[in-house]
């Protein structure tokens, strides 16, 4: 298994970078003491200095504690309902092909990568060749991780834009380079939309210089549900060019962008293909996260270095799902643009269920911020005057907690979206998810609604 062997070997041997001792490294040498005569165990044996931190997890402490208290799980960001027809039939059927279940080209299946040229290539008005400029890894996750690691030495510099999905800073950490943080700003006190939150433009551009490497950026953004718009992306595209720098753009939420509102590519900006890597994730497009399957798009002297690391880490994906999606892909591709594809019917359905969400907030005593885009909306939940007596942890984690044990519907704290610098940016907000089934949906509007008929 050359990926298990690939990162067993990094975490033991890349050390240097910052000289802060790993938690994990003093559990071992607090628990084990001195090794055994005999054992072969020595103090050496230690994991590296480059995962301090990273024994938290947001989403293991709160999935867990959804699951103890079997409270209605709008924490996570995975839909509970079926993935379209065109994939679980496509998947029905490869299952019958003998060759499906055998090893297929490691930068990408052939079928899949050519689906991919074909449906970019007409969304970013170009030519794409699928078998230079396009790499299938094992989910969004792994494209971002392969994307640093391919590009990044350590003292290079990061520019996240917060909030930010909470592997970002890892990632580039973890490869000892340093992360500069420039957040978003809500316009007013009291904001009611994503489109509020925007980039201080001089606070931007001093994050940027001569060490920047990579911007990442994430539109439509988790948790917030911001659409950036175009002169938004035009700034940070100027940028990039000025300062010679990647950007690696997460659009995974490519299809959720809800009112009427428009996704723009940062690639298809002006200068911006030669720099750009664009990511996207099976998960999010077909409503299957479980097949961890992502992909990352861009000029073949960008794309040919994450093959290099996928060579030496995973090195292949999975045949019979490539393959699957790559006819659902056909599918849909063959419907691109009409109501009843499913590019078109995921928004509209989420799009109802956002706006159900934010009414039952509303209802209960929340003040939502109306996202554009994605699976998520945050509420801020001053009215409910909750006090904690817990000055060391951040008010959202113990709000959720509280809410989670007592009230039966589990939620994230977006704290964990945040730079300690910045984490008061988060407030008193916690983030719902509404990609759920109806079922689940309705399940925790009685618990909100019960909760409100507690406070009358």
Known sequence: CPSFFMHAIRSLLHRGGYRVVSTAARMLSSSTGAAAPGSGVTKKITPSTSLDGLDKNVWVEFTALAAQTKAVNLGQGFPDFSPPRSLLDALAEVNTRSIAHQYTRSQGHPKLVKALAKLYGTLMCREIDPLKEVIITHGAYTALSHATRAFLNPGDEVVVLEPFF?????MAK???????????????????????????????????????????????????????RREELEQIASLCKEFDVLCISDEVYEWLVYDGLEHIRMATLPGMWERTLTIGSAGKTFSATGWKTGWVLGPERLITPLQWVNSASGYTMITPLQEALSEAFDVEIGKLGKPDCYFAELPRLLHRKRDEVLTVLREVGFNPIVPEGGYF??????????????????????????????KGVAAIPPTAFYSQEHSHLSGKLVRFCFCKDDSTLQAAYKRLREWAQEKR
């Open 166 to 170: 909470d592997c970002y800073a890892p």
């Open 174 to 228: 973890i490869v000892h380079a340093n992360v500069r943080y420039v957040p978003l700003r809500p316009r007013g006190a009291h904001p009611v939309s994503s489109a509020d939150y925007v980039l201080d433009p001089q606070e931007l551009r001093a994050a940027f210089s001569d060490k920047t490497k990579i911007i990442i950026i994430n539109n439509p953004n988790n948790p917030l549900g911001k659409v950036y």
């Open 377 to 406: 909306v945050l509420a801020d939940v001053s009215n409910f005057n909750m006090e904690f007596d817990n000055k060391e942890e951040a008010y959202d984690f113990q709000f959720v907690k509280w809410m989670t044990k007592t």
